[in-house]
């Protein structure tokens, strides 16, 4: 034992989301890493031990290992879990070891859409209908009131993992509504956004909102999925009132990072109307902590960390605090796996250094095997970052690399057997 202070990190990350070393020093400190096989990749070299487990939202299993860490190098001073799955292990563990940082309550609202909703509407605020859908019966009910078709959803799902839309009666016979708690929603056909950044309980101290270019529930049936910053000033000061107005009523006077969706449409006298979707204390995942980093100049991860350590908020340059018409314009796109993961790479192109295409790309090379892992959009066909003066030009960029990019894998299965 020594007098230097335990901190737990849960992690699940290969890909360097959070730049670990950055956050706090590993030699006056000793940190521990509570990681998968995979997520071994992003933990840094300095790391006082690393204990493997095969998937880090299973409480028990790390609550153990936890305890075990504790017995070898003293009690937690803090514990970290910033990947959105993770993010009720964490606060479950912080209360076991009477450390800093959130608790269950505060993270439950954004982790479990129902009460998430139910907090939005409370306030008076835009969301959609939704009821819990305990059953078959449940969900007949909700359509025949608020009409077909209904998305039905895990209450505590990520990544659009069982998410279906339902169509009619007909279909509903088909759900699995046992294995997990589901909400069952009004279906709206609108555009979807997403607004990421940092509320300090009051108002946005940094934040851009983007427009996805396809769904999130499109990417897992094989279409791919881009995102364009927005840089239309009315569209963005609706947004800041929207989204202020819906993190005040799920965080009031707690800062949070925050990844929230939102519905975006025009209204009858042309004015922009912001609809709730869902939102999550956590950073936005894809590629938007490396665009906060590398085109806005602030380290969204670095935010999340501070306040689940209890520090201070990393001080936000103006240049990240809102956007500007000036500002570059950033955006992401993700290709679908090209077969079941797990699965070796026959064949990727890279997309760099084209007249129109990414500044920055995560392309496998032929031999590399995509994992079947649980942090689901970092682990996929192709990873593609762009910067623009405009969202035109940068959507014009995206769809090209779209167009363009090939990649194709085998089953792992059958090439380990044709090796």
């Given at each position: 034992?020594?007098?230097?202070?335990?901190i737990?990190?849960?992690?699940?990350?290969?890909e360097?989301?959070?730049?670990?070393?950055?956050?706090?020093?590993?030699?006056?400190?000793?940190?521990?890493?509570?990681?998968?096989?995979?997520?071994?990749?992003?933990?840094?070299?300095?790391?006082?031990e690393?204990?493997l487990?095969?998937?880090?939202?299973?409480?028990?299993?790390?609550?153990?290992?936890?305890?075990?860490?504790?017995?070898?190098?003293?009690?937690p001073?803090?514990i970290?879990?910033?990947?959105?799955d993770?993010?009720?292990?964490?606060?479950?563990?912080?209360?076991?070891?009477?450390?800093p940082?959130?608790?269950?309550?505060?993270?439950?609202?954004?982790?479990?859409?129902?009460?998430?909703?139910?907090?939005?509407?409370?306030?008076?605020?835009?969301?959609?209908?939704?009821?819990a859908?305990?059953?078959t019966?449940?969900?007949?009910?909700f359509?025949?009131?608020?009409?077909?078709?209904?998305?039905?959803?895990?209450?505590?799902?990520?990544?659009?993992?069982?998410?279906?839309?339902?169509?009619?009666?007909?279909q509903?016979?088909?759900?699995?509504?046992?294995?997990?708690p589901m909400?069952?929603q009004a279906?709206?056909?609108?555009?979807?956004?997403?607004?990421?950044?940092?509320?300090?309980?009051?108002?946005?101290?940094a934040?851009?909102?983007?427009?996805?270019?396809?769904?999130?529930?499109?990417?897992?049936?094989?279409?791919?999925?881009?995102?364009?910053e927005?840089?239309?000033?009315?569209?963005?000061a609706?947004?800041?009132?929207?989204?202020?107005?819906?993190?005040?009523?799920?965080?009031?006077?707690?800062?949070?990072v925050?990844?929230?969706?939102?519905?975006?449409?025009?209204?009858?006298?042309?004015?922009?109307?912001?609809?709730?979707?869902?939102?999550?204390?956590?950073?936005?995942g894809?590629?938007?902590?490396?665009l906060?980093?590398?085109?806005?100049?602030?380290?969204?991860?670095?935010?999340?960390?501070?306040?689940?350590?209890?520090?201070?908020?990393?001080p936000v340059?103006?240049?990240?605090?809102?956007?500007?018409?000036?500002?570059?314009?950033?955006?992401?796109?993700?290709?679908?796996?090209?077969?079941?993961?797990?699965?070796?790479?026959?064949?990727?192109?890279?997309?760099?250094?084209?007249?129109?295409?990414?500044?920055?790309?995560?392309?496998?090379?032929?031999?590399?095997?995509?994992?079947?892992?649980?942090?689901?959009?970092?682990?996929?066909?192709?990873?593609?970052?762009?910067?623009?003066?405009?969202g035109?030009?940068?959507?014009?960029?995206?769809?090209?690399?779209?167009?363009?990019?090939?990649?194709?894998?085998?089953?792992?299965?059958?090439?380990?057997?044709?090796?």
């Amino acid at each position: 034992m020594t007098d230097r202070p335990h901190i737990v990190v849960i992690n699940r990350w290969r890909e360097r989301y959070a730049e670990f070393t950055s956050y706090i020093d590993h030699t006056e400190n000793r940190v521990s890493y509570v990681t998968t096989e995979v997520g071994t990749g992003s933990v840094p070299v300095e790391a006082h031990e690393v204990v493997l487990v095969p998937a880090t939202d299973d409480l028990e299993r790390v609550r153990a290992e936890v305890r075990a860490l504790a017995a070898r190098y003293g009690a937690p001073a803090a514990i970290v879990a910033l990947k959105e799955d993770d993010l009720l292990v964490g606060a479950a563990l912080r209360e076991e070891w009477d450390v800093p940082g959130p608790r269950q309550p505060s993270q439950i609202v954004f982790r479990d859409k129902y009460v998430m909703c139910r907090a939005v509407a409370d306030a008076g605020l835009d969301v959609p209908e939704f009821a819990a859908a305990t059953d078959t019966a449940a969900v007949l009910a909700f359509g025949a009131a608020a009409g077909w078709p209904v998305i039905v959803k895990p209450r505590t799902g990520s990544s659009s993992a069982g998410v279906v839309r339902v169509d009619g009666p007909e279909q509903v016979a088909g759900l699995d509504l046992d294995s997990e708690p589901m909400l069952v929603q009004a279906f709206v056909d609108a555009p979807i956004s997403h607004v990421d950044g940092v509320f300090d309980g009051e108002r946005l101290l940094a934040w851009r909102a983007s427009r996805y270019l396809n769904t999130c529930l499109g990417f897992r049936g094989g279409t791919f999925l881009g995102s364009v910053e927005i840089d239309d000033p009315e569209v963005n000061a609706a947004i800041d009132r929207a989204a202020t107005a819906y993190l005040g009523a799920l965080s009031p006077g707690r800062a949070t990072v925050f990844h929230l969706e939102l519905f975006i449409d025009r209204g009858p006298d042309g004015r922009t109307v912001c609809r709730f979707l869902e939102c999550g204390a956590r950073v936005g995942g894809a590629e938007i902590p490396f665009l906060w980093r590398e085109v806005h100049g602030y380290d969204l991860m670095h935010a999340a960390w501070q306040l689940q350590v209890d520090r201070p908020l990393p001080p936000v340059p103006r240049a990240a605090a809102a956007p500007h018409a000036t500002d570059e314009v950033a955006g992401w796109m993700l290709v679908p796996a090209p077969a079941e993961r797990p699965c070796r790479i026959t064949e990727s192109t890279s997309m760099t250094g084209r007249a129109q295409g990414p500044y920055a790309e995560v392309v496998l090379h032929p031999g590399e095997v995509l994992p079947d892992a649980d942090a689901y959009y970092e682990h996929v066909g192709g990873r593609f970052r762009f910067r623009a003066a405009d969202g035109a030009a940068t959507e014009a960029a995206i769809t090209a690399t779209a167009t363009d990019f090939r990649v194709r894998a085998e089953p792992l299965a059958l090439s380990t057997t044709n090796a």
